[in-house]
């Protein structure tokens, strides 16, 4: 069976993030849309919460050809009349070809009624309802994808729990905003790009760990995780917040965090090797001044080759380092550490995918987040 995925703010991320964990069934049909094949509406399901960066898994009903708004209808209501007869609430988003008039509902409602089916339209925008709405009513969203003449029907048959999200990212007992937390959903795409389609659990490690946001995310998805930062702040409320998780979603995993310097940091303290290091270091200021920005990025390629130069002992053949790098344009000039991308290779780090094709940034931010990954071997 075929199904879609509405890709996230940042669709080169979803895209990938969705290849990793599904596999090479998934398929980019523009910038916002991916496909991908299931057995089971379950199983396509199953694949979508283990996302972080996707927002919407419609389920492909039908394909056609139109000649007119009511053929087009005439589908619409065979689709429905499928469905529960009962007295129901109805949506209908249209996505594809933008310059297509959306569908009459008015004349949708009476072909409905003919057929003995009551509905309730529910009103939303084009691109579909919200996540909330799908939640927390009982609304049956139609998706209609359509270019020229041409249509593909779909039903949304599951949204990104919000509820879960917002727990997450804003009813932790310690945060700090003035460092600039890692949004969670981006926190776990940067796990499932390192971790793939592997069942196998291991240890997740975040050498700058800031509250823990990279660690809560790993916990929830059953991995052991160990933290450190410089910062003892940040180990204190990083705790706070794992052990809070932990309670509150009856975890079984188990976490560590201690206070360390990333290029410090000794395999004596690390009882085991690490399968995964997911991070977000420290990226320079968040509005840096761009006379300094030379000084920074040259401090910056400092710590970076330094973490990597002791990840080393840290890391086993086959481990997978997810991380993020830092990019600033001032004027017309781009800084950022591309350049440590042959140096690292030289030292067993090739990368997964290239420089610059998955990039994240906040709207109005200046420090934008190249995400990379990278296999290790000796």
Same mark, same amino acid.
């Given at each position: 069976?075929?199904?879609?995925?509405?890709?996230?703010?940042?669709?080169?991320?979803?895209? #990938?993030?969705? /290849?990793?964990?599904?596999?090479?069934?998934?398929?980019?049909?523009?910038?916002?849309?991916?496909?991908?094949?299931?057995?089971?509406?379950?199983?396509?399901?199953?694949?979508?919460?283990?996302? $972080?960066?996707?927002?919407?898994?419609?389920?492909?009903?039908?394909?056609?050809?139109? /000649?007119?708004?009511? *053929?087009?209808?005439?589908?619409?209501?065979?689709?429905?009349?499928?469905?529960?007869? @009962?007295?129901? /609430?109805?949506?209908?988003?249209?996505?594809?070809?933008?310059?297509?008039?959306?569908?009459?509902?008015?004349?949708?409602?009476?072909?409905?009624?003919?057929? /003995?089916?009551?509905?309730?339209?529910?009103?939303?925008?084009?691109?579909?309802?919200?996540?909330?709405?799908?939640?927390?009513? #009982?609304?049956?969203?139609?998706?209609?994808?359509? !270019?020229?003449?041409?249509?593909?029907?779909?039903?949304?048959?599951?949204?990104?729990?919000?509820?879960?999200?917002?727990?997450? *990212?804003?009813?932790?007992?310690?945060?700090?905003?003035?460092?600039?937390?890692?949004?969670?959903?981006?926190?776990?795409?940067?796990?499932?790009?390192?971790?793939?389609?592997?069942?196998?659990?291991?240890?997740?490690?975040?050498?700058?760990?800031?509250?823990?946001?990279?660690?809560?995310?790993?916990?929830?998805?059953?991995?052991?995780?160990?933290?450190?930062?410089?910062?003892?702040?940040?180990?204190? +409320?990083?705790?706070?917040?794992?052990?809070?998780?932990?309670?509150?979603?009856?975890? *079984?995993?188990?976490?560590?965090?201690?206070? @360390?310097?990333?290029?410090?940091?000794?395999?004596?303290?690390?009882?085991?090797?690490?399968?995964?290091?997911?991070?977000?270091?420290?990226? +320079?200021?968040?509005?840096? !001044?761009?006379?300094?920005?030379?000084?920074?990025?040259? $401090?910056?390629?400092?710590?970076?080759?330094?973490?990597?130069?002791?990840?080393?002992?840290?890391?086993?053949?086959?481990?997978?380092?997810?991380?993020?790098?830092?990019?600033?344009?001032?004027?017309?000039?781009?800084?950022?550490?591309? $350049?440590?991308?042959?140096?690292?290779?030289?030292?067993?780090?090739?990368?997964?995918? #290239?420089?610059?094709?998955?990039?994240?940034?906040?709207?109005? @931010?200046?420090?934008?987040?190249?995400?990379?990954?990278?296999?290790? #071997?000796?």
């Amino acid at each position: 069976m075929q199904y879609y995925l509405q890709l996230g703010n940042t669709p080169s991320l979803s895209f #990938n993030e969705a /290849k990793a964990i599904i596999g090479d069934s998934v398929v980019q049909i523009d910038d916002r849309l991916c496909s991908f094949t299931a057995e089971t509406d379950q199983e396509a399901k199953d694949y979508f919460r283990k996302l $972080g960066a996707s927002v919407r898994l419609v389920s492909i009903q039908k394909d056609f050809k139109i /000649k007119s708004q009511d *053929d087009l209808i005439e589908k619409v209501v065979e689709h429905f009349v499928e469905e529960d007869k @009962a007295r129901m /609430k109805i949506s209908c988003a249209q996505w594809g070809d933008m310059q297509t008039a959306r569908i009459d509902f008015f004349a949708l409602k009476k072909a409905l009624l003919k057929e /003995k089916i009551k509905v309730r339209f529910v009103e939303g925008p084009r691109h579909g309802l919200s996540a909330a709405v799908l939640l927390h009513q #009982n609304v049956q969203e139609v998706i209609i994808i359509q !270019n020229g003449n041409d249509i593909t029907l779909g039903k949304t048959i599951d949204v990104q729990d919000i509820d879960h999200w917002t727990v997450k *990212d804003r009813r932790k007992p310690y945060a700090n905003r003035k460092k600039g937390m890692l949004p969670p959903k981006i926190a776990l795409a940067m796990l499932n790009l390192a971790r793939g389609n592997s069942e196998e659990k291991g240890l997740v490690y975040d050498p700058f760990c800031g509250t823990g946001t990279v660690l809560i995310e790993a916990l929830e998805q059953g991995f052991d995780v160990i933290g450190s930062d410089l910062d003892p702040e940040a180990i204190l +409320g990083s705790q706070m917040n794992l052990a809070w998780f932990k309670d509150r979603e009856k975890l *079984d995993g188990s976490f560590t965090v201690f206070k @360390a310097d990333v290029t410090q940091v000794t395999k004596e303290r690390i009882s085991q090797k690490v399968d995964y290091i997911v991070t977000e270091p420290f990226l +320079g200021r968040p509005k840096p !001044n761009a006379s300094q920005l030379p000084g920074v990025f040259r $401090g910056l390629e400092k710590l970076y080759t330094g973490a990597f130069k002791n990840w080393q002992s840290l890391l086993h053949d086959g481990s997978k380092v997810a991380i993020v790098f830092p990019r600033v344009e001032s004027g017309n000039k781009v800084f950022d550490l591309s $350049g440590l991308i042959d140096k690292l290779s030289s030292q067993g780090y090739t990368l997964l995918v #290239n420089f610059g094709d998955i990039r994240y940034a906040r709207k109005s @931010a200046i420090v934008q987040r190249d995400i990379l990954v990278f296999e290790y #071997n000796k």
